[in-house]
DNA sequence: CGGTTCATTGACCAACCTCAAAGTACGTGG
DNA sequence: CCACGTACTTTGAGGTTGGTCAATGAACCG
């Protein structure tokens, strides 16, 4: 599925750097693994074109996604970062085109260039704030609310338009970034729909 | 109460560098407010002694835990570095110092001294990389497993001894940062115990 | 048209939470 | 040394939420 996101963010690290210090861009179909759960992280990654999820899935079957990227995003630094496994596998989510730079190449652009490292720091601060806050929203919270939250997150990754937006997940992707089952998504958001807190018209979900 | 957990880290920033920047220490008593969620950050805080817990609280009063920090460890940073408000209030958890630094000198450190910011670096990647562990913990297991994965956690931070460790901490500590309920934890300790998972004697606990 | 994916609904169930009560350890002050 | 207060631990009974399972409906696409 192509989630339509617009790209707001210019690119993490400025594509012809990564190409000078011998990044290739390689080219995935929807579906392809980029990276595994457990896998040692050797690449630093960042989206050309495209869209990437990263998720964990537990013995049972449980799911849950960790985070999307887009046409200019990194992903995978902090463990590359740590010299750690990954927490977490990656996939495309459409057909994509991902850079990826040598382990050793990163950390030599990020010693040259004090700008791109504090790029990365700002970066990784962003990482580590929003994960406090799903964290929060997942521990106190009720489904309701962690909709609430996760539809927000999503106005703000859009640039927070006026007016409606709608939703570019399935009411099983949205179960899978909230730790709900499809079920509980679909009863919630009937019922919020009813009190008028979201939109939905034609199965599609605006809010 | 004193959380003996044993210094590993050196200072996160050396502390006579931060005080040549105009940086003060702080005591605080145990139950101190340190800042409040969704307080705006003004400063950089580094534990000097005792110990930080910084948590959420929701309206129906359930609480989690973020983190704990130990003399050495700053806290607080993401917000600082992207100009947020705290996603989470910080208190004492016993009498303690604090190293306080206004946000300027702070953001003049980084700019002055690479080898701080690439610290600051790993530091962040490192929040983010035990966040999505967390994460992953808390969304797709059982309260043993999300148990089980938080005593890891502990051995790791206590440095991996060989032989049994004591938790430092209550039932109702353990509840707030796993986000089960201390009725929850007992019966779940209990069990493990039974199954010679962990060991309980004289109510502590070790593992 | 047939196949696939997604959305929806209802009945049922179990895990975890809630509430209430009581037991145990520990420190303090008389 | 004892009495008391406080904090922590434990246990049981019962309730609710969200998960599970099964079936059906709707949209889409080649």
Redesign the interface.
């Known amino acids: 599925m192509a989630h339509e996101m617009p790209r707001i963010y210019p690119d993490q690290i400025n594509r012809d750097l990564l190409y000078a210090w011998g990044a290739v861009g390689n080219k995935y179909e929807k579906g392809d693994v980029i990276f595994t759960e457990g896998e040692a992280a050797k690449y630093y990654f960042q989206v050309e074109k495209g869209s990437v999820r990263m998720y ?3 013995h049972e079957g ?3 996604t ?1 985070g999307m990227f887009y046409a200019g995003q990194s992903f995978g ?3 590359l ?2 010299g ?1 496994t990954y ?2 596998a990656a996939v495309a989510c459409e057909a994509s085109v991902v850079i990826r730079l040598a382990k050793n190449s990163f950390q030599n652009i ?2 040259e260039y ?1 700008a791109v ?2 790029t ?3 970066t ?6 929003q ?6 929203d ?4 009720n489904p309701e609310t962690r909709l609430q939250n996760f539809l927000r997150q999503c106005r703000l990754q859009a640039g927070n338009p006026p007016g409606l937006l709608q939703i570019p997940f399935t009411r099983q992707e949205l179960a899978h970034f909230t ?1 709900l089952r499809v079920e509980t998504v679909i009863r919630t958001l009937s019922k919020m729909a009813e009190e008028g807190k979201v939109v939905i018209r034609e199965r599609k979900l605006y809010c």
Do not use: C, F, V
């Open positions: 964990n899935m537990s449980k799911e849950y960790q630094e902090p463990p970062l740590l750690e927490p977490a990020l010693e004090p490292q504090r990365i720091l700002d990784m601060a962003r990482r580590a704030y994960k406090a806050i799903t964290a929060r997942m521990m106190i919270s730790g």
